[in-house]
């Protein structure tokens, strides 16, 4: 499993179409902030949810074999015994990396994946990774300029 810096960046430098199995259309949702921060960071999103016909102005599909263009990155939104199908699903796709988001980790579906020749992250929130190594966490309102454990000594406001 990848969980390195270099190959963390390295998924997300060369691989700009992202499959989100389990996308919300609700904004609250994490997978939706994700999502939108990603669109707005340059990548395509393609939303895989049997529920909706789009979210985030994107065509959602019902499943991963139901896109019919290529896509690098499954992310999955889904519980940790769901992964096992999105990892054959991946694979069928020819998708170049399965990235289980926070909390998900099947290990036998990440071994399946690399073993077929995908990456595998686990456990890891994609837009959280993109923000940390791409320099986004301004994205959120945090923009000091600063990068310090230190608090500043006066207060702009």
């Known amino acids: 499993m990848h969980d390195d810096i ?14 989100i199995v389990g996308l919300s259309a609700n904004w609250h949702r994490p997978s939706h902030f994700a999502a939108k921060y990603m669109l707005e960071h340059g990548y395509t999103v393609i939303p895989v949810n049997p529920g909706h016909d789009s979210i985030l102005g994107q065509k959602s ?65 994609v837009k959280i990774e993109h923000a ?6 301004n994205w959120c309102g945090v923009n000091t300029q600063v990068i310090s454990a230190k608090r500043p000594q006066w207060l702009p406001y």
């Open 6 to 19: 270099n190959t963390l960046r390295r998924i997300l430098n060369e691989n700009r179409v992202l499959a």
């Open 61 to 125: 599909y019902r499943s991963l074999r139901e896109i019919p263009f290529k896509v690098d990155i499954v992310d999955c939104f889904r519980k940790t015994e769901e992964i096992m199908p999105i990892a054959e699903d991946a694979i069928a796709i020819g998708a170049k990396a399965l990235w289980q988001q926070l909390g998900v980790k099947n290990i036998e579906a990440a071994k399946r994946a690399e073993a077929a020749g995908l990456d595998a992250v686990m456990d890891r929130c």
């Open 132 to 137: 940390r190594l791409f320099g986004g966490l």
